[in-house]
Nanobody, 124 residues
């Protein structure tokens, strides 16, 4: 089991920035960020795969950046140039005893450990 706690959500105008944090009870790969907007399915946003490489959904490439501080057991999502369509509940998730590489690590079915989520609202 991995316990995960997200923070850093909030409200921002389009074009603004936010940084989300995910404090984990232990370091593990893969680990990633997911989001769910009202009426939509949960989708992968960014993930660090089993080799430690970052991967991004096409919709956020060039705007979002995923990173981690292993000493603090914390993962981050830097979100720049935010758009109204980025509005969603953002979750971090981690997988144990799982190997994935590349964009396959954005699949929600891989992850069994989830945080409670943090809301991001982007106004136009």
């Amino acid at each position: 089991q991995v316990q995960l706690v997200e923070s850093g959500g909030g409200s921002v105008q389009a074009g603004g920035s936010l940084r989300l944090s995910c404090a984990a009870s232990r370091n593990t790969n893969p680990i990633g960020w997911f989001r769910q907007a009202p009426g939509k399915e949960r989708e992968g946003v960014a993930a660090i795969d089993s080799t430690g490489s970052p991967n991004y959904a096409d919709s956020v490439k060039g705007r979002f950046s995923i990173s981690r501080d292993n000493a603090k057991n914390t993962m981050y999502l830097q979100m720049d140039s935010l758009k109204p369509e980025d509005t969603a509940m953002y979750y971090c998730a981690a997988a144990l005893y799982t190997y994935c590489r590349g964009s396959s690590c954005l699949g929600i079915h891989l992850y069994k450990n989830w945080g409670q989520g943090t809301q991001v609202t982007v106004s136009s």
